[in-house]
Antibody, heavy 121, light 111 residues
Framework: QVQLVESGGGVVQPGRSLRLSCAAS????????FHWVRQAPGKGLEWVSV????????YYADSVKGRFTISRDNSKNTLYLQMNSLRPEDTAVYYC??????????????WGQGTLVTVSS | QSALTQPASVSGSPGQSITISCTGT?????????VSWYQQHPGKAPKLMIY???NRPSGVSNRFSGSKSGNTASLTISGLQAEDEADYYC???????????FGGGTKLTVL
């Protein structure tokens, strides 16, 4: 069955970096687009970034553009989110999500359990 | 401020029907048939309930239905049940540089 497992979260000081990983299994990884979505404590979902199935295109929310970088390693069935220059407002649970259908990015059909990132001094 | 506008809360009694709205612009909701709806229970990951405006993934109850008119999409839940109490979020493909936008979420209370 489809499984997405995030890792890499933790407590980090403002201005520092962190890299999140999302290990996928149960499907053909290279056929799907992937998103990162975050949720600050007690708040709603905020879309962060997406990478197309072929890795050729990536998009970012304005709030993270220039600081975060999404990438994928199809040989390892893993999605990444490199987060630099972290700010307290980046504190959230970060979810990895797979597109519902192949070769498109819309409709987040499967979600991981999330990993908590806390940015605090 | 979220890109898509949802009511903060709705409520209904068991057996009743409720509708949650999701208002965007012609650059997202109004311009494409790519609206999705997600259900999130406390402490859990979101679950896809509706995709492409009105399609249900396998395993989602037919009590959940979606529609769209102009720049506003809607999620209707009929025959409300206690387990439907959750937060609901809409999202849409967007022609802006961000590609995907979410609504602020609606808390559904089953009275």
């Amino acid at each position: 069955q489809v499984q997405l497992v995030e890792s890499g979260g933790g407590v980090v000081q403002p201005g520092r970096s962190l890299r999140l990983s999302c290990a996928a299994s149960g499907f053909t990884f290279s056929s799907y687009g992937f998103h990162w979505v975050r949720q600050a404590p007690g708040k709603g979902l905020e879309w962060v970034s997406v990478m197309t199935y072929d890795g050729h295109n990536e998009y970012y929310a304005d709030s993270v553009k220039g600081r975060f970088t999404i990438s994928r390693d199809n040989s390892k069935n893993t999605l990444y989110l490199q987060m630099n220059s972290l700010r307290p407002e980046d504190t959230a649970v970060y979810y990895c999500a797979r597109a519902f259908m192949t070769m498109v990015t819309r409709s987040l059909g499967y979600w991981g359990q999330g990993t908590l990132v806390t940015v605090s001094s | 401020q979220s890109a898509l506008t949802q009511p903060a809360s709705v409520s209904g009694s068991p057996g009743q029907s409720i509708t949650i709205s999701c208002t965007g612009t012609s650059s997202d909701v109004g311009g494409y048939k790519f609206v999705s709806w997600y259900q999130q229970h406390p402490g859990k990951a979101p679950k896809l309930m509706i995709y492409d405006v009105s399609n249900r993934p396998s395993g989602v109850s037919n009590r959940f239905s979606g529609s769209k008119s102009g720049n506003t999409a809607s999620l209707t839940i009929s025959g409300l049940q206690a387990e439907d109490e959750a937060d609901y979020y809409c999202s849409s493909y967007s022609s802006s540089s961000t590609l995907e936008v979410f609504g602020g979420g609606t808390k559904l209370t089953v009275l």
